[in-house]
């Protein structure tokens, strides 16, 4: 008997090829290729390790095959990409995914991937008379977009010198490196510069807050996947997120290596790229590193929450750990911190 389908005639010797070839990658673990999506690759720092777990081979190691990471400048557009792409897994900011929620899709937080803020520096021209956060009075601040992490932060800082977001002005830039030219022609007196524009640029301008050292642990990025996912595409989600935590161990064991990797796919100077990873590695927010493992930290998913309701950017009520899906993680981080 002979089966036939619409590209033409399967042979019993092909069906045989085909039951080995399936044998073979379920052995290894990997049963088809997949692309996964992440916001912003390739330029923020977020991304870093799927750079180093790409080149390295880690993915395949684990038995995930991604044959590409596929990106866009905001966490809305990249979970669209996913849904739109069927793609297995996503990293995006928490208000993209609360926004996409509200609006109805099925998707669920399944890694917390980016911990704190801690790449983001506001800096000055080194001649500005701008030396303290109280001196922000009257300034004009840059951000990116409206409803934007970086339009949050801006609000925070200000804050943070006993200012009110009346005492300032901010103003939008449309992006970080178009803040940075910004604040070269005087359009802004303060620009967000975060990891890794900052190891690019400081020595051109002034620090005069760090995000590190102002502000608490608010989750940055996360790990998603769609609700409803296959018991394939369960074992590709697990396989990534073991590779993300397998590259993050060897940029703290092969930090200049790790770096030369990142510096390849952000085209960026290795000196540039090490000093931005030595930087975001070490840097401890309240104990809480900027990288994780994927382990879900509950208290920084509420503060991110609460961030974007401050800017318009979620509305309503929002329960944080309705939207999480542990069972994708390694056992011994399936705990909610």
């Known amino acids: 008997m002979k089966l036939v389908h619409h590209y033409g005639v399967i042979s019993p010797a092909n069906i045989r090829l085909a039951s080995t070839m399936v044998a073979s990658w379920l052995l290894m673990g990997t049963v088809h290729a ?15 390790p799927f750079a180093v777990a790409l080149e390295k081979g880690f993915f395949k190691e684990e038995g995930a095959d991604v044959t590409g990471i596929l990106t866009s400048a905001g966490g809305g557009t990249t979970l669209r990409n996913m849904l739109a792409g069927d793609a297995p897994y996503a990293e995006v900011s928490p208000n993209a995914v609360i926004a996409a929620v509200q609006q109805g899709a099925d998707v669920k937080i399944v890694s917390d991937n980016v911990l704190t803020v801690a790449e983001f520096v506001w800096a000055v021209k080194p001649e500005a008379p701008i030396t303290s956060l109280e001196e922000l009075k009257g300034r004009k601040i840059g951000y990116t977009n409206p409803r934007s992490t970086s339009q949050a932060l801006a609000t925070l800082i200000v804050q943070a010198g006993g200012l009110t ?13 178009e803040g940075v030219a910004a604040l070269d022609t005087g359009i802004i007196d303060v620009a967000p510069i975060p990891e890794p524009l900052w190891s690019k640029f400081r020595s051109k ?58 510096a390849k796919v952000y085209n ?8 931005a990873v030595r930087s975001l590695i070490n840097s401890r927010t309240n104990g809480i590193e900027y990288w994780g493992s994927g382990q879900i ?20 009520d929002v329960e944080a750990e309705k939207l999480i899906d542990t069972r994708f993680l390694p056992d011994d981080i399936k705990v909610i911190k």
Do not use: C, W
Request: negative net charge; aromatic residues 4%; charged residues 20%.
């Open 205 to 262: 301008y002034r620090a005069i807050a760090r995000a590190a050292d102002l502000l608490p642990p608010i989750d940055n990025v996360v790990g998603i996947s769609a609700g409803d996912v296959s018991p394939e595409k369960g074992t590709f989600i697990k396989a990534v997120i073991r590779a993300r935590r397998h590259a993050i161990a060897y940029m703290h064991e092969h930090t200049e290596d790790a770096a030369a990797l990142i």
């Open 297 to 316: 930290h509950l208290d920084g998913l509420k503060r991110s929450i609460e961030i974007q309701k401050m800017v318009g950017a979620i509305h309503g």
């Open 34 to 48: 997949e692309q996964i999506v992440v916001s912003n690759y390739g330029v923020s720092a977020n991304g870093m």
């Open 165 to 177: 977001a009346q005492d300032v002005e901010l103003v939008k830039t449309g992006g970080f490196g």
């Open 268 to 275: 960026l100077d290795p000196p540039i790229a090490e000093n």
